[in-house]
């Protein structure tokens, strides 16, 4: 705890990997954001560089003079390790808030996920993402539903969450023992691991509808090519920490869940290319491209039951 009047103290972890424009866009609107959030002791922002040459530094070293910030390296490569360094790097900190080098947070960001941890008393909260695509984006993609995140009301409780808009206690964090799981590697997946752990050992997470934070895509993940191949790394990663999951059962238990797996990766593999065939047929970009989301998300669950690993964020 900081000491002025028994507040909590909160840092603002960003992890981050060769993106300095972005990053330095992000820095630029903290410190209006940070300053809505009146019931802190102490708030301060820590930036995880992933680059092993450092190319975050000097984004870093330029920040506004009104943020308290930290600059680490992180050399072993994924974000499962610039996260659980984040976590190492906090254990002054009662509170950790989560996100990613290429959103800008909107007004009220951070406020309103404390208000509503302090209100819930939950061990974390999840707020929106918001994506925002160039105004040239391809009609297919905005078709597909990719990057779209449903809403919900403000309380509900999730099962499991994703760390680019990630409020944490981590209070009950250290309680529980819980870190990231590098043996994703490059895959992703780490937020799930995660935050379904932290469900497991007794936390709550809770949705906050009035925290956003708008994500800028780079042109070059908005492509068929790298949408698809995006599917494929989900289905993929998903279906391997479920394997993971029931590593430790027993041998039928562990049948059961790759059976599972091979079941469902062959439905959307068949009923996903079903719907992009009529899609194709009857000129619909939505079945098209929602149809060949599904099967690429299946082939990747299928592939993981095969024993691949796909690493999605592979350098």
């Given at each position: 705890?900081?000491?002025?009047?028994?507040?909590?103290?909160?840092?603002?972890?960003?992890?981050?990997?060769?993106?300095?424009?972005?990053?330095?866009?992000?820095?630029?609107?903290?410190?209006?954001?940070?300053?809505?959030?009146?019931?802190?002791?102490?708030?301060?922002?820590?930036?995880?560089?992933n680059?092993?040459?450092?190319?975050?530094?000097?984004?870093?070293?330029?920040?506004?003079?009104?943020?308290?910030?930290?600059?680490?390296?992180?050399?072993?490569?994924?974000?499962?390790?610039?996260r659980?360094?984040a976590?190492?790097?906090?254990?002054?900190?009662?509170?950790?808030?989560?996100?990613?080098?290429?959103?800008?947070?909107?007004?009220?960001?951070?406020?309103?996920?404390?208000?509503?941890?302090e209100?819930?008393?939950?061990?974390?909260?999840?707020?929106?993402?918001?994506?925002?695509?160039?105004?040239?984006?391809?009609?297919?993609?905005?078709?597909?539903?990719?990057?779209?995140?449903?809403?919900?009301?403000?309380?509900?409780?999730?099962?499991?969450?994703?760390?680019?808009?990630?409020?944490?206690?981590?209070?009950v964090?250290?309680?529980?023992?819980?870190?990231?799981?590098?043996?994703?590697?490059?895959?992703?997946?780490?937020?799930?691991?995660?935050?379904?752990?932290?469900?497991?050992?007794?936390?709550?997470?809770?949705?906050?509808?009035e925290?956003?934070?708008?994500d800028?895509?780079?042109?070059?993940?908005?492509?068929?090519?790298?949408?698809?191949?995006?599917?494929?790394?989900?289905?993929n990663?998903?279906?391997?920490?479920?394997?993971?999951?029931?590593?430790?059962?027993?041998?039928?238990?562990?049948?059961?869940?790759?059976?599972?797996?091979?079941?469902?990766?062959?439905?959307?593999?068949?009923?996903?290319?079903?719907?992009?065939?009529?899609?194709?047929?009857?000129?619909?970009?939505?079945?098209?491209?929602?149809?060949?989301?599904?099967?690429?998300?299946?082939?990747?669950?299928l592939?993981?039951?095969?024993?691949?690993?796909?690493?999605?964020?592979?350098?």
């Open positions: 705890m900081d000491d002025r009047g028994g507040l909590p103290s909160v840092v603002v972890a960003i992890p981050t990997f060769r993106r300095p424009d972005r990053l330095a866009d992000l820095l630029e609107g903290l410190p209006p954001r940070l300053a809505e959030a009146a019931m802190l002791g102490a708030c301060r922002v820590l930036v995880i560089d680059d092993p040459d450092g190319s975050a530094e000097a984004v870093a070293r330029a920040a506004p003079d009104a943020l308290d910030l930290t600059y680490v390296r992180e050399d072993v490569p994924g974000i499962a390790a610039a659980s360094r976590l190492a790097e906090s254990a002054p900190d009662d509170l950790l808030a989560f996100i990613d080098d290429d959103e800008v947070p909107e007004p009220h960001w951070l406020s309103a996920l404390l208000e509503t941890r209100r819930e008393g939950a061990a974390a909260v999840m707020g929106r993402v918001v994506t925002r695509f160039p105004d040239d984006v391809d009609p297919w993609v905005r078709a597909g539903g990719y990057f779209h995140r449903p809403s919900r009301a403000t309380g509900t409780r999730l099962s499991i969450a994703a760390t680019g808009n990630l409020l944490l206690d981590l209070r964090v250290r309680r529980l023992g819980i870190d990231f799981d590098d043996r994703l590697g490059l895959a992703g997946g780490e937020d799930s691991v995660f935050t379904r752990e932290l469900v497991r050992r007794g936390g709550t997470i809770v949705w906050c509808e925290s956003v934070a708008i800028h895509i780079d042109p070059d993940r908005l492509t068929r090519r790298a949408l698809l191949r995006r599917a494929f790394a989900h289905g990663v998903e279906a391997r920490i479920r394997l993971a999951e029931a590593a430790e059962s027993t041998r039928p238990a562990r049948w059961g869940v790759t059976l599972r797996v091979l079941v469902r990766g062959t439905a959307r593999v068949v009923l996903g290319a079903a719907r992009a065939g009529v899609g194709r047929l009857t000129r619909t970009l939505a079945h098209d491209a929602r149809g060949r989301r599904t099967a690429h998300r299946g082939a990747g669950m592939a993981a039951a095969r024993g691949t690993m796909f690493e999605e964020y592979q350098r």
